[in-house]
């Protein structure tokens, strides 16, 4: 005899799309190539690693994420600063894209607030928490229009409430 609990779930599961199945099953199989990926960069660059390999993902990951969402980047060419900071974390939760806020200071700092860890069911190695500091770090480049570093205030994997992190303009 089968519980209503596994009814319940049985029906959920019947409902599934085949796409939405074969999507997770791909970014479960990225996720678990690209943790072993972030292991290996942090332990050949040492203490570098984390630094380099946020700067290599910025380059690319918010453009391929957003065309990935189906969102057209170049949509936001003659936007002001202000209005992407308003609109592009709608847009990209709207999208399935992870829910965050960005909160500009006086001082040119990006603050990132992410709600959800998108990650978490796949890892919980730090290196995850550098792919998204690598995301943000990449948005926080193309508003400010200038080289930035990044800094972890706190992250969901590592037992914080929400993801945070801190963008600063870089001294060059």
Request: with cysteine.
């Amino acid at each position: 005899m089968v519980d209503n609990k596994e009814e319940k779930n049985e029906v959920v599961c019947d409902n599934i799309d085949a796409k939405c199945v074969m999507n997770h099953i791909c970014y479960k199989y990225a996720s678990m190539v690209m943790s072993d990926l972030i292991e290996a960069v942090d332990y050949f660059a040492g203490k570098q690693g984390p630094k380099v390999l946020r700067r290599i993902l910025a380059k690319n990951i918010p453009g391929e994420m957003m065309k990935a969402l189906g969102i057209d980047p170049s949509m936001l060419e003659g936007v002001s600063e202000e209005e992407i900071i308003e609109m592009l974390p709608a847009i990209i939760a709207s999208k399935g894209g992870p829910v965050f806020q960005i909160k500009k200071s006086e001082n040119g700092e990006y603050r990132f607030i992410l709600t959800e860890c998108h990650f978490l069911p796949y890892s919980k190695t730090k290196g995850f928490c550098n792919v998204t500091a690598g995301l943000m770090l990449g948005f926080a480049q193309m508003l400010s229009k200038k080289p930035m570093d990044i800094e972890e205030i706190q992250t969901i994997a590592h037992g914080g409430e929400v993801c945070e992190f801190l963008a600063k303009p870089r001294d060059l």
